[in-house]
């Protein structure tokens, strides 16, 4: 089993940054593939973000590349979203994700373990 712990949304204006921290435990974290979705009301998780096991090779969604940058810190067991020049549409409740093993996934539905997920509200 896996735990996943978001903190760090809250309330920022257009232009603004927020960083977003997921802290895992339960398992080896360095051979957990891990991930960030959004969630609107009402509709299903939207890939963000993804970082592979072992090597940490990135991924993410067109529309948040050059913006958002995922990294984690192995020493503390913590998943990082850098979230830049935030816009209202970045608005939604985000979550991390984790999967056992190496190869990383951009569908919501091949991760095992969640978080409670955290509110980022941009206002413009």
């Known amino acids: 089993q896996v735990q996943l712990v978001e903190s760090g949304g809250g309330l920022v204006q257009a232009g603004g940054s927020l960083r977003l921290s997921c802290a895992a435990s339960?398992?080896?974290?360095?051979?957990?593939?891990m991930g960030w979705f959004s969630q609107a009301p009402g509709k299903g998780r939207e890939f963000v973000a993804a970082?592979?096991?072992?090597?940490?090779?990135?991924y993410y969604a067109d529309s948040v590349k050059g913006r958002f940058t995922i990294s984690r810190n192995h020493a503390q067991n913590t998943l990082y979203l850098q979230m830049n020049s935030l816009k209202p549409e970045d608005t939604f409740v985000y979550f991390c994700?984790?999967?056992?093993?190496?190869?990383?996934?951009?569908?919501?539905?091949?991760?095992?373990?969640w978080g409670q997920g955290t509110q980022v509200t941009v206002s413009s």
């Open positions: 994700a984790a999967v056992a093993g190496v190869v990383v996934s951009t569908n919501a539905k091949d991760y095992d373990y």
């Open positions: 970082i592979s096991g072992i090597t940490d090779r990135t």
């Open positions: 339960g398992r080896t974290f360095s051979y957990l593939a």
